[in-house]
């Protein structure tokens, strides 16, 4: 009889995450992008579908908004990808100011979603496609924009860099940037946003404090796995300017003590 898998042993592997977020377009499409209860299946309704896609627009005119304000007062862009684009919150919008969207996501349930909102929204000039780590879909294309939004954190960043270095790949020439990713955590704040080296391994008490066998393995989590990783800055900058980005418009975020920044740079 073959072994089941050791969940354990999948948290090492550097895709589990992309299993993760394919169970959660199985279980939480909308919630996992937004983590509102009002958008978890049991709860969603036409009027807080209708907000979450209005967030969407919201964020869209933001970001071209800051590109115009801060780094390129005529960007006009005709092409626009979209990397992590889940159940197409931010496809759609942008979509109406552009001539083609490519969404990307590892999740093929999300890309589902994502089309079923795009036809109900009578959105036509969008390509869903399936991604991976070389994003193989688009390696020959180049972009007006190149976007992304809350997906880095949720990727290990070993894997992020190279993405991250595969989509300054994509930016057209005088094209666009926009990307946003944590860079330290709150709870940092006595090593001035540097996590500190990691404490030795100690065995869990799981099993003392929930009355278990200690020989049992630990009771599967009842949710996917959503990471929330920091990235080094210094090697993303480098990527950017080794690659000829001159300037980069930069705006702080704080989702919770998960501190991060959005770049909004022009390609060379």
Same mark, same amino acid.
């Given at each position: 009889?073959?072994?089941?898998?050791?969940?354990?042993?999948?948290?090492?592997?550097?895709?589990?995450?992309?299993?993760?977020?394919?169970?959660?377009?199985?279980?939480?499409?909308?919630?996992? %992008?937004?983590?509102?209860?009002?958008?978890? @299946?049991?709860?969603?309704? *036409?009027?807080? +579908?209708?907000?979450?896609?209005? #967030?969407?627009?919201?964020?869209?005119?933001?970001?071209?908004?800051?590109?115009?304000?801060?780094?390129?007062?005529?960007?006009?862009?005709?092409?626009?990808?979209?990397?992590?684009?889940?159940?197409?919150?931010?496809?759609?919008?942008?979509?109406?100011?552009?001539?083609?969207?490519?969404?990307?996501?590892?999740?093929?349930?999300?890309?589902?979603?994502?089309?079923?909102?795009?036809?109900?929204?009578?959105?036509?000039? %969008?390509?869903?496609?399936?991604?991976?780590? @070389?994003?193989?879909?688009? *390696?020959?294309? +180049?972009?007006?924009?190149?976007? #992304?939004?809350?997906?880095?954190?949720?990727?290990?960043?070993?894997?992020?860099?190279?993405?991250?270095?595969?989509?300054?790949?994509?930016?057209?020439?005088?094209?666009?940037?926009?990307?946003?990713?944590?860079?330290?955590?709150?709870?940092?704040?006595?090593?001035?946003?540097?996590?500190?080296?990691?404490?030795?391994?100690?065995?869990?008490?799981?099993?003392?404090?929930?009355?278990?066998?200690?020989?049992?393995?630990?009771?599967?989590?009842?949710?996917?796995?959503?990471?929330?990783?920091?990235?080094?800055?210094?090697?993303?900058?480098?990527?950017?300017?080794?690659?000829?980005?001159?300037?980069?418009?930069?705006?702080?975020?704080?989702?919770?003590?998960?501190?991060?920044?959005?770049?909004?740079?022009?390609?060379?």
């Amino acid at each position: 009889m073959a072994k089941p898998p050791d969940k354990r042993s999948e948290m090492n592997d550097g895709h589990c995450t992309d299993r993760a977020w394919e169970e959660w377009g199985r279980l939480e499409p909308y919630y996992s %992008v937004l983590t509102n209860p009002k958008y978890k @299946l049991s709860a969603i309704d *036409a009027e807080a +579908k209708s907000q979450f896609f209005d #967030s969407g627009r919201i964020h869209v005119d933001t970001v071209m908004r800051d590109i115009r304000q801060y780094v390129f007062a005529d960007f006009n862009p005709r092409t626009v990808l979209d990397f992590g684009c889940g159940v197409g919150r931010l496809v759609i919008p942008f979509a109406r100011l552009v001539h083609e969207v490519v969404g990307l996501d590892v999740s093929p349930t999300m890309l589902e979603q994502a089309q079923e909102n795009c036809t109900a929204q009578g959105v036509t000039n %969008v390509r869903l496609q399936l991604s991976d780590d @070389l994003l193989s879909a688009v *390696a020959s294309r +180049k972009f007006d924009l190149v976007h #992304s939004a809350i997906v880095f954190q949720h990727i290990p960043m070993d894997r992020g860099k190279l993405i991250f270095r595969r989509l300054l790949d994509c930016i057209a020439p005088g094209g666009m940037g926009a990307i946003q990713l944590l860079y330290s955590k709150s709870i940092y704040a006595s090593t001035h946003g540097i996590a500190p080296e990691p404490a030795p391994a100690r065995k869990s008490r799981w099993y003392e404090l929930a009355g278990r066998d200690k020989n049992q393995p630990p009771p599967a989590p009842t949710t996917p796995e959503m990471q929330m990783n920091p990235y080094n800055m210094n090697e993303l900058l480098f990527f950017m300017q080794t690659r000829g980005v001159s300037q980069c418009f930069s705006r702080f975020t704080d989702h919770g003590g998960e501190l991060g920044i959005w770049m909004f740079f022009q390609a060379s």
